[in-house]
């Protein structure tokens, strides 16, 4: 799934009953939300229908990291001082001097705060910290590579940065619908610490176990989880895994099912637009200006308008996508035929009905036929941005090695998705000799 706002327009229309998020992302988003807290057991009265189930006990903010070894060498346990300003108290943090000292990050308040002359983004700051390139860095608090790098996270004592409490967000009447379900979540009130969210993570971003494995795991221990075992799955394990063959079904369906809607639409309005020179400019206006939406962006629109998520949205989605080429290649190729050959069939005595289906469509078959194939592979590569709002396809792959930095799952979910793109290409190529006559061609 995607961010905040898609899951907070999917838990409102009833699509979801719950899910997970924290605190400082949901102040941050959703602005009509007041006083959220770690702490808070009561519903969110601003917004119907929605509330703060359990506190889950961590929080995954942003933090100052050190070595271990130079943090106990300087004596250096909190990067806050009383009496001293967040920005002062940061720019001493390690107690160097002036010109020896080297802050880097990518978080806006240490840039804000240290100043963005010492606090530059770099790649690979983690090895760089280990590498003693940079003395501090920002880090979020539960970072999977806290214990692999032996980093000491620094005490925000005087609370510089946001907190970012884990939470549960539940429509207001699931603890009515599902009694049982909401027992056992009650169980998981602060029964996760921070030192056993890092413990997981590792075990998701550096040892490649599943996050349904590794929470069966973290629950059949009685709240201490498991680290060690397993290795890290590797790309041809991860791309012929037992989902396989389930993406490939989202996969395709969400592609062709959207596409056939939009031949359907698309070549009518191209006729259309070929036909009546008042109808052209708008209708090709109007599917340019639908082509230009951010493909997330209508994604996340789609949900509160149709009142879910997952497959439809999707659907719907793609199709509008899809219309562009089809209605603008139906266009052109209508527009282009020779004004002799149009002629012929009048003089003939067709009638405008048998004219464009016994001559101009034939004519302007292997244009249309262009367009379609360019709308099927256009259309693999969005369907992949459909995982965002749970609709599947091999997306979800890609959402995943994303959120683990993991580059073997992204590989697994781009590679089938550009294989079957060349493969759709192939067939529509295959088509076009099939269907259009060695003359046209």
């Keep these: ?48 229908r929605a509330g703060v ?18 943090a106990k060498r300087l004596g250096v346990k909190k990067h806050q001082r009383p009496g001293r300003t967040p920005a002062a108290a940061l720019r001493s943090v390690t107690r160097v ?22 606090a530059r983004p770099r790649p690979g700051l983690r090895g760089a910290l280990a590498a003693r390139q940079i003395d501090v860095m920002d880090i979020y608090s539960t970072d999977a590579k806290i ?28 603890p009515q619908r599902f009694p049982q379900a909401w027992a056992a979540l009650q169980k998981l009130q602060g029964r996760v ?21 590794i929470a069966a795991s ?28 389930r993406l490939t079904r989202q996969h395709l369906v969400l592609v062709f099912a959207s596409l056939a809607a939009a031949v359907a639409v698309g070549i009518p309005f191209g006729v259309w637009a070929a036909r009546s020179t008042a109808a052209a400019q708008p209708i090709l206006s109007i599917v340019g200006v639908i082509q230009t939406v951010p493909s997330l962006a209508l994604f996340a629109f789609l949900i509160p308008v149709l009142g879910m998520i997952g497959t439809w949205p999707a659907l719907v989605a793609l199709f509008l996508y899809s219309l562009l080429p089809i209605v603008r290649n139906t266009y052109s190729g209508l527009a282009d035929i020779a004004r ?44 992949t941005i459909a995982a965002f709002i749970g609709a599947g396809g091999y997306g979800e792959r890609i959402t995943t090695g994303l959120a683990l930095n993991d580059n073997a799952m992204l590989l697994a979910g781009a590679v089938p998705a550009a294989a079957l793109a060349l493969l759709v290409h192939a067939l529509f190529e295959l088509l076009d000799r099939w269907l259009i006559p060695v003359g046209l061609r």
Excluded: C
């Design 97 to 118: 001097p002036q010109p020896q000292r080297r802050l880097a990050g990518t978080g806006p308040h240490l840039r804000s705060a240290a100043g963005a002359e010492r």
């Design 53 to 70: 189930a359990v506190p889950l006990g961590f929080e995954d903010t942003y933090a100052l990291a050190m070595l271990d070894s130079e």
């Design 218 to 245: 973290f629950l059949a221990s009685a709240g201490s989880a498991q680290t060690g075992g397993g290795g890290k799955a590797s790309f041809w394990s991860l791309l012929f895994g037992n989902d396989f063959w």
């Design 147 to 174: 214990a692999k790098y032996k980093l000491r996270v620094l005490l925000d004592d005087r609370h510089f940065f946001p907190e970012y409490a884990a939470v549960l967000v539940y429509r207001l009447d699931m």
């Design 1 to 48: 799934m995607g961010n905040t706002g898609i899951l907070f327009a999917a838990i409102k229309s009833g699509s979801i009953d719950l899910y997970p998020d924290y605190t400082g992302t949901v102040a941050r988003e959703l602005p009509q939300v007041r006083g959220v807290g770690p702490g808070i057991a009561q519903p969110w009265a601003p917004i119907a």
């Design 340 to 383: 002799p050959l149009r002629e012929s069939a009048r003089a003939l005595g067709l009638p405008a009905g048998a004219r464009l289906r016994l001559v101009e469509l034939p004519l302007a078959a292997r244009s249309i036929l262009g367009g379609i194939k360019t709308s099927a592979v256009i259309n693999v590569g969005t369907a």
């Design 193 to 213: 610490s921070a030192d056993q969210m890092v413990a997981m993570n590792a075990e998701a971003e550096l040892n490649g176990k599943g996050f349904g494995e």
